[in-house]
Structures are given as C-alpha cells and as structure tokens.
T-cell receptor, first 114, second 114 residues
Framework: AQSVAQPEDQVNVAEGNPLTVKCTYS??????LFWYVQYPNRGLQFLLK??????LVKGSYGFEAEFNKSQTSFHLKKPSALVSDSALYFC????????????FGAGTTVTVRA | NAGVTQTPKFQVLKTGQSMTLQCAQD?????MSWYRQDPGMGLRLIHY???????DQGEVPNGYNVSRSTTEDFPLRLLSAAPSQTSVYFC?????????????FGPGTRLTVT
C-alpha cells in the first residue's frame, strides 16, 4: 500500500521569505511523486512531478521540489514566497507498479503574510 | 476547451435519497476519476475508469456507483445518501498515453446530506 504524510497542517511565512512544505511517502516500489495546489473554492491544479532523473524538479509559479530517496521525502520549495501563494497544498504519490491509483496527503495550508 | 466540468456545484440531499453527480471532459482523456475531499483527510479515490466501458474501485467505493458509456462522461451515483457522504466531490481526468501523471480537476460539487 502507498501513503503520503504531510506533517504540518499549516505553514506561515512572510512575503519574500523562503517557503518549504514537507512531504514524506511510503510505497513498495519506485514512486511517482506530485504536488498540487488548491485555491479557495477551486479544484486542484498540478504544480510539478517527479518521475525519474534529476532529483530537483521545477514546476509552475516558481516552485520546485527535491526528491530524496533515502529519506523518502519530496519537499516543495519556493525561494521567495508571494502573498498569492497562500493556498492549500497537496502531495501525492503513485507506486510505479500500481498504474492508476494516486494517494494524496492531508494537505498543508500555506499563509503568506504581507 | 472547457476542461473538466461538474454539475451541480452545490446539492443538499435528505438521508436515503439518490442522485447523480455529473462529470464531463473535452480533452479526449482516457482516464477519469472521482475523489472526495474531507477536512484533514486529503483526497480519497472513490472510483476510476481507464476508458469507455471500464471502471474500477478506488479507496472508498462503498455507497457509490459509476459507469463510463462515453469517453467524455463519467457520472457518479449515490444510491442511498447518508450523512457520512457529506463532502466535496472532485472529478479528474488525464491522458493515459502520458502515464496518468498530470490530472486535470473539475471545480467540485459540495454535497450536504441531512
């Protein structure tokens, strides 16, 4: 079985400061990893993915994430946060051997204060 | 392109009533799925489909039925609504040819069962 943990319910940062949202995962095989963002009263939007290759992946809106196999982590980062980054962020994982089932974490609410 | 559309946006049901949540996509995606979003639990997969005539169960399928008669449509039926089905429901689609990596989400249906 696969699972995702987002250890922080909320992350608060000041605008211009670095933003990190943590994610750890568990799969029996090799993982496909994803980050999605949800703005209020909207559906989820895809940010980035790790499939294979370079451990540092870049995505939309200046976000990036680092895959760390030994720590089974896939933390989302942004060097300089904007107020408009305030949203709910979800990490998700799919086991390469399980074609179609995506497991989501509980989500982390990010608040960026001006 | 409208992307993924869902109707209705809001619905209130009484316990025991049945209803169908509609989902349609115009991107010719083979893969479609239904999730429910509950506070603190992230998104949980209810049912999914990899093409017309093919459906399978996700993590929380009990109390829900699906069918896929066309590529475009993937309705979710609640057979006999229960208060535990109060949730926000999201439909999503993806191209299997791209490995079901990036899912496109609809705007959601907020369902309340009294």
């Amino acid at each position: 079985a696969q699972s995702v943990a987002q250890p922080e319910d909320q992350v608060n940062v000041a605008e211009g400061n670095p933003l990190t949202v943590k994610c750890t995962y568990s799969v029996s095989g090799n993982p496909y990893l994803f980050w999605y963002v949800q703005y209020p009263n909207r559906g989820l939007q895809f940010l980035l993915k790790y499939i294979t290759g370079d451990n540092l992946v870049k995505g939309s809106y200046g976000f990036e994430a680092e895959f760390n196999k030994s720590q089974t982590s896939f933390h989302l980062k942004k060097p300089s946060a904007l107020v408009s980054d305030s949203a709910l962020y979800f990490c998700a994982v799919r086991d390469m051997s399980d074609d179609y089932k995506l497991s989501f974490g509980a989500g982390t609410t990010v608040t960026v204060r001006a | 392109n409208a992307g993924v559309t869902q109707t209705p946006k809001f619905q209130v049901l009484k316990t025991g009533q049945s209803m169908t949540l509609q989902c349609a996509q115009d991107m010719n995606h083979e893969y479609m799925s239904w999730y429910r979003q509950d506070p603190g639990m992230g998104l949980r997969l209810i049912h999914y489909s990899v093409g017309a005539g093919i459906t399978d169960q996700g993590e929380v399928p009990n109390g829900y039925n699906v069918s896929r008669s066309t590529t475009e449509d993937f309705p979710l039926r609640l057979l006999s609504a229960a208060p535990s089905q109060t949730s926000v429901y999201f439909c999503a689609s993806s191209s299997i040819g791209q490995g079901v990596y990036e899912q496109y989400f609809g705007p959601g249906t907020r369902l309340t069962v009294t």
